[in-house]
């Protein structure tokens, strides 16, 4: 999330560190069942049973190419979504909130056929 107003200088930074660091970049992806183990770990968890994060995800990922066609042939997504409870380890999420996700809650949700994830009310699970 840009948090200033986007100069040449900038650009011409974030150009140049691409450049420096994209011959060392690699993917390494893990599944998403192995990230929903790592949060339900570390942070205390409740599962979101509304209906509408499991859409949003499940959207998401069928109408962004690159995310559908990780889909095998006849599956479908299958979303999961969790609420990070403000409590335990989870507090520290909230107080590292960036200004404007303050207070919010932070939600997690991820496909367990794709691998797609998404954070939202928070930038860090670190």
């Known amino acids: 999330m840009l948090t200033q107003a986007v100069t040449p200088e900038l650009i011409a930074q974030w150009k140049a560190l691409f450049q420096k660091y994209r011959p060392l970049l690699h993917p390494n992806r893990k599944p998403a069942s192995l990230l929903a183990s790592f949060l339900m770990e570390c942070y205390p968890l409740s599962v979101c049973t509304d209906h509408c994060w499991e859409?949003?995800?499940?959207?998401?990922?069928?109408?962004?190419?690159?995310?559908?066609?990780?889909?095998?042939?006849?599956?479908?997504?299958?979303?999961?979504?969790?609420?990070?409870?403000?409590?335990?380890?989870?507090?520290?999420?909230?107080?590292?909130?960036?200004?404007?996700?303050?207070?919010?809650?932070?939600?997690?949700?991820?496909?367990?056929?794709?691998?797609?994830?998404?954070?939202?009310?928070?930038?860090s699970l670190l």
């Open 55 to 123: 859409e949003a995800i499940r959207g998401n990922v069928l109408k962004n190419p690159f995310e559908w066609k990780k889909l095998p042939p006849g599956v479908f997504p299958l979303p999961v979504a969790f609420r990070v409870k403000n409590s335990g380890t989870g507090a520290s999420l909230y107080q590292s909130q960036e200004e404007g996700n303050t207070g919010s809650p932070i939600y997690v949700g991820m496909d367990l056929i794709t691998g797609y994830f998404q954070m939202e009310g928070g930038c």
